[in-house]
């Protein structure tokens, strides 16, 4: 059985062209880790009006996400991705959650 993750983040003003240029060249080995970390159908949203991202991800139930913030290769994203977007201290993007209020299969 799989769960669906919805969060928000912030991008900076000026941002969004270098986001997805980032973003359309996902790095293999990050895209290899969350899939192994059990994440499939990842999507990201932009608001352009706020510049706020709307990010939507199926986790397995046996999964590795917690795993994440501790992986040398997601560090090095998130170090990669810091400049664009709103970030604590370590880089890691400030995720807001988002609650499910409907869904439709």
């Excluded at 059985?1 to 983040?9: D, E, K, N, P, Y």
């Excluded at 900076?12 to 060249?25: F, L, N, Q, S, V």
């Excluded at 046996?62 to 970030?87: C, F, S, Y």
Aim: aromatic fraction near 8%.
């Amino acid at each position: 059985m799989t769960s669906i993750h919805a969060f928000r983040m912030q991008l900076k003003p000026g941002t969004i062209d270098e986001y997805r240029r980032r973003h359309d060249a996902i790095w293999p080995e990050l895209s290899a880790l969350l899939t192994a970390s059990g994440i499939h159908d990842y999507s990201i949203f932009l608001d352009e009006g706020t510049l706020s991202l709307f990010a939507v991800l199926r986790l397995a139930e046996e999964n590795g996400r917690d795993a994440l913030p501790d992986h040398p290769v997601m560090k090095r994203w998130w170090d990669h991705m810091a400049p664009l977007m709103e970030v604590h201290a370590d880089n890691r993007p400030v995720e807001t959650p988002l609650a499910m209020i409907f869904h439709h299969d």
